[in-house]
């Protein structure tokens, strides 16, 4: 009996080994496979990490701190080796720093952001000055709405060809573009067309309207035009998304929120006003829109959306073939594929981002993710985005303003942060980071208002400091604010301002045309090549806790040398005698 046990748990064994092997046939490029104890580690860490943010996710969203504080003086004073010129081109391929107004810089101590604030700290962004180090580097600007509003985030517009007092005036607006302009930065503005706020003169005009007619009188649109301007009907029939016109029979359609009538873009003359708008903030010099709730144009009728979109982008095009747009469909990859075939030059890539995003999920190796697999699905991503529109630029991010910060997607672990960083700026395309991430601000839970606290400039220094929005928890920072980050040359502030430096230097980053070197990619490795007009580099990542080393000598790479490279804690990346000796979560440029 014993002999037959034995015999039996023998076969299973070899039974295994043999699937074992077989699963390495069919990834013939993966010639690191790692051995059952390193995976049993990786998963053990995995775990340990899942352990850690479902604790923590206990205590109200609020994560413990696991950075190690020991770490910063021990590197203090690193530098970077190989810094290149910077190469920046006019283009619309850009490096974006989205800004909510309300809670960026205060310059009048009411406690509230404003326009004059963002001119104040615009030297943080980029003090147009190539020769200095101390600035970021974006070459773009998103400024969420700044049209006047009756809301704290103003995606309720109550006039489109104003500024909200509560961030200044038309004058203050034009001295940032002005500003923005000196410095080579491009400033687009949020443009919310989807619907208006019940508020708006054009919602109130159709609703006193309604309220006046005789029951059973229909609306006569020579009497009211701005009746056809919204989704109004006595036909409804359940359902969300419609709300009743107070003392009448009469429902307007309403996707977000009742003081959010959805505009009916199937109206001409809808068309013409939002075309009017348009044109008016093109020629007051902005570069661009940011088009939010593109898939609720016409909920669920994406063709519909798509012919919107096509219409605004022609438009925007015959006043400005330079202007910039960038449309929010918070979407699959198959749908926002679709969005392209209107020829709009951008869509942010949902896809990419938030904490079971491409870009987080990677950096922090969750469930199968891995460095090959992150390769793979974004040649996928990219092939589906260019088959629609061969001229699209990709907007990559991992956070914004309706998502969980990046502290909190990586649950606060710093080096998995700045590899998430490193993946962002090393894409395709103008990606867009949201303020404060460069500093690993905090967001808590669902709640939107957690999503946009102020600005942590400082500790000591309270000077600009915003109030938060009126609903917003107290939510405990994890990471230093931007005065003492700037002073670590380890911070994550300075990881990001690397990498956008590296960026800056190597235009192929944002152009080139990727393709994956197979050689070098498994788990841990991705190597990409990006090929821009006649320039071509090479990306290697090391998704790893540990580090790696790579021999290139009797590969194509192997007259490669260094352009750049992040680490996450200072140690370098090097090569000698052929061999590239990658630290952990590192990442490297190859020319
Ligand atoms: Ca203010």
Redesign the pocket.
């Known amino acids: 009996m014993k002999a037959i046990c034995r015999l039996l748990i023998s076969l299973i064994v070899i039974f295994l080994l043999m699937g074992c092997s077989k699963g390495k046939k069919i990834n013939p490029a993966n010639e690191n496979v790692p051995n059952t104890a390193e995976v049993n580690n990786r998963l053990g860490e995995i775990e340990k990490t899942r352990a850690v943010e479902e604790q923590n996710q206990d205590s109200n969203g609020v994560s413990d701190d696991i950075v190690d504080d020991n770490k910063v003086d021990q590197y203090e004073g690193i530098e970077y080796l190989y810094k290149q010129k910077i190469n920046i081109i006019d283009d619309n391929y850009r490096n974006y720093y989205e800004i909510f107004v309300y809670s960026f810089y205060?310059?009048?101590g009411?406690?509230?952001?404003?326009i004059k604030?963002v001119i104040e700290k615009l030297d943080y962004i980029n003090d147009g000055d190539p020769n200095t180090d101390t600035d970021l580097g974006f070459n773009g600007i998103w400024l969420m709405p700044i049209m006047p509003s009756t809301t704290y985030h103003k995606y309720d517009v109550t006039d489109y060809y104003n500024i909200d007092p509560q961030y200044g005036t038309m004058e203050d607006f034009k001295n940032l573009l002005q500003e923005c302009e000196k410095r080579g930065i491009k400033l687009i503005i949020d443009l919310v067309f989807n619907h208006t706020s019940a508020q708006h003169p054009w919602f109130k005009e159709a609703v006193t309207y309604l309220q006046g007619l005789k029951e059973g009188e229909q609306p006569d649109l020579e009497e009211c035009p701005y009746v056809g301007y919204y989704h109004f009907t006595k036909d409804y029939e359940g359902g969300s998304g419609y709300h009743q016109v107070k003392n009448t029979k009469w429902y307007y359609e309403g996707v977000f929120w009742d003081q959010m009538p959805d505009l009916n873009l199937g109206n001409p003359k809808v068309r013409e006003e939002i075309e009017k708008i348009a044109k008016y903030w093109l020629d007051l010099g902005v570069g661009g829109f940011r088009l939010d709730a593109v898939k609720e144009f016409y909920s669920g009728q994406k063709d519909k959306n798509v012919e919107v979109l096509q219409w605004f982008t022609e438009y925007v095009a015959s006043i400005d073939e330079d202007a910039y747009i960038v449309g929010e469909a918070w979407e699959s990859k198959d749908a926002i594929a679709s969005y392209y075939e209107s020829g709009i030059t951008s869509l942010f890539n949902f896809p990419l981002a938030m904490y079971n995003g491409e870009i987080t999920k990677t950096a922090r190796r969750l469930g199968p993710a891995t460095a090959s697999t992150f390769g793979k699905n974004l040649m996928l991503m990219l092939a589906k985005y260019q088959e629609n529109n061969p001229n699209f630029i990709d907007a990559p991010f991992i956070s914004n303003h309706d998502t969980t910060r990046i502290s909190a997607q990586c649950v606060n672990n710093e080096e998995q942060m700045k590899m998430a960083a490193g993946l962002l700026l090393t894409q395709g395309g103008s990606p867009f980071v949201y303020y404060g991430e460069e500093i690993g601000m905090n967001s808590s839970g669902d709640k939107d208002e957690n999503k946009r606290l102020p600005m942590q400039w400082s500790i000591t220094d309270q000077k600009g400091m915003t109030k938060k929005p009126a609903n917003a928890d107290e939510v405990e920072q994890k990471f230093p604010p931007v005065d003492e980050q700037l002073e670590n040359p380890l911070s994550l502030l300075n990881y990001y301002k690397r990498a956008i430096r590296i960026r800056n230097e190597n235009p192929e980053i944002a152009r080139g045309e990727v393709s994956i070197i197979e050689e070098f990619s498994n788990e841990d490795i991705l190597a990409i090549r990006k090929v821009y007009g006649d320039s071509e580099i090479v990306i290697i990542y090391n998704i790893h806790t540990e580090a790696s080393d790579l021999f290139l000598e009797d590969t194509d790479l192997k007259d490669c040398h260094i352009r750049g490279y992040l680490s996450v804690d200072g140690s370098e990346v090097t090569l000698q005698d052929g061999k590239l000796h990658m630290p952990k979560y590192s990442i490297v440029i190859l020319k």
């Open positions: 205060d310059s009048d009411d406690g509230i952001g404003d604030g």
